[in-house]
């Protein structure tokens, strides 16, 4: 049996009816419990759309994505003029993400980057296709999604060959500021820190890598700072984190320091380690991987001196490489048939397995 819904319709209540059709006109025997639930959800998503046209909600995760992706340089500035209070202007509620501002796309840029101009024609052609298609469920659904990557590769592919204007206010109201901190664990065991700008957090370590280099000349003579010491520790954090383990990440990070574009560090990353990512890994892995790495070392260390100067900790020996570590899901994956409530063999030693 197939039912056939009219997606061209918006309003929840003439959904209802043509559903109350549809029901009408089937034996209650084929009606199986799949079929009602497509019909509910087909009501369900009219009502919910139309729920937020009215109320104009906007939930905290979309609230971060416009803010990030949406907020104009100038806008930006403006909002960096109040100091200290613009700063926190670019916080989300809970403080646990700094924003960083995203200028937008000029036509200078679409006529210096080949690239780009190709992937803004392929817009202009892939749109009306997407608007066209609407109420054709799936394949206005995969037409829409399709739009919104290409649109969110335009700003890959612009910082890509072109450093992103910074806000110079950010900087100088981030250098003046005391940053009291304290770290704790929480009530799962993971390691929390009050700081509004921290190392435990990888979204604040991206913040402060992506300014590193207006940051340290800021700082460069003053020694009365907190930003001094929190960009010297996150300084040796990095080398910890990334100089054995990770060299190819660790000249990533040294090049997107440095100004490099991503077009430029994948020349280099291929002539010196034989690989050659695309710049839109290479934003990857410098948005997330890199700050995850330096983040998930810094928990680590934290952990490790707690438990052995401030608290008694439990330790167990891994089963492969023998080194003894902190009984901590940082270092041991959960396994609830273990007698502890971890596998006997570290991460370490099972991701290197896998790969």
């Known amino acids: ?45 009219a009502a919910d759309k139309e729920e937020r046209k009215q109320r104009k909600i906007l939930t905290d995760g979309r609230m971060v994505t416009v803010n990030k992706r949406e907020t104009s340089y100038e806008a930006l500035v403006e909002k960096l003029e109040n100091g200290e209070d613009g700063v926190y202007n670019l916080m989300r509620e809970d403080k646990n993400m700094l924003l960083s501002p995203k200028s937008p796309i000029t036509a200078q840029d679409i006529e210096d980057l080949p690239a780009l101009k190709t992937l803004v024609d392929a817009i202009a052609v892939v749109e009306p296709m997407a608007k066209a298609a609407v109420g054709h469920g799936k394949k206005a659904f995969l037409l829409k999604k399709q739009v919104i990557q290409m649109r969110q590769d335009q700003y890959v592919i612009r910082n890509g060959a072109k450093e992103p204007s910074r806000a110079n206010s950010l900087i100088k109201s981030l250098v003046k500021m005391a940053i009291p901190e304290e770290v ?38 003053s020694l009365d700072l907190d930003i001094h010491y929190l960009l010297m520790d996150l300084d040796e954090l990095v080398m910890r984190a990334l100089h054995e383990d990770h060299p190819m990440l660790l000249d990533l990070l040294i090049y997107k320091i440095d100004g490099r574009t991503n077009l430029e560090i994948q020349d280099l990353l291929d002539r010196e380690y034989g690989v050659r990512h695309s710049p839109e890994y290479l934003s990857s892995l410098w948005r997330n991987k890199i700050p ?64």
């Open 184 to 221: 704790y664990l929480d009530e799962n065991q993971e390691v929390v820190s009050t700081g509004f700008v921290n190392l435990y957090n990888p979204d604040h370590v991206e913040a402060l890598l992506t300014h590193y280099s207006q940051l340290k000349q800021e700082i460069w003579d």
């Open 1 to 45: 049996m197939t039912i056939k819904l009219d997606y061209s319709l918006e309003r929840p209540e003439d959904r209802v009816a043509l559903v109350e059709t549809i029901v009408n006109s089937i034996p209650s025997s084929q009606l199986t419990s799949r079929y009602k639930e497509i019909l509910a959800n087909y009501i369900i998503f």
């Open 292 to 355: 995850k790495l330096i983040v998930e070392k810094a928990k680590e260390e934290w952990l490790v001196y707690h438990f052995t100067f401030e608290e008694t900790g439990k330790w167990k020996k891994c089963s492969r490489c023998g080194e003894v570590k902190l009984a901590h899901n940082i270092f041991f994956s959960k396994n609830k048939t273990s007698k502890d409530g971890y596998y006997s063999i570290c991460k370490c030693c099972r991701n290197s397995k896998s790969k």
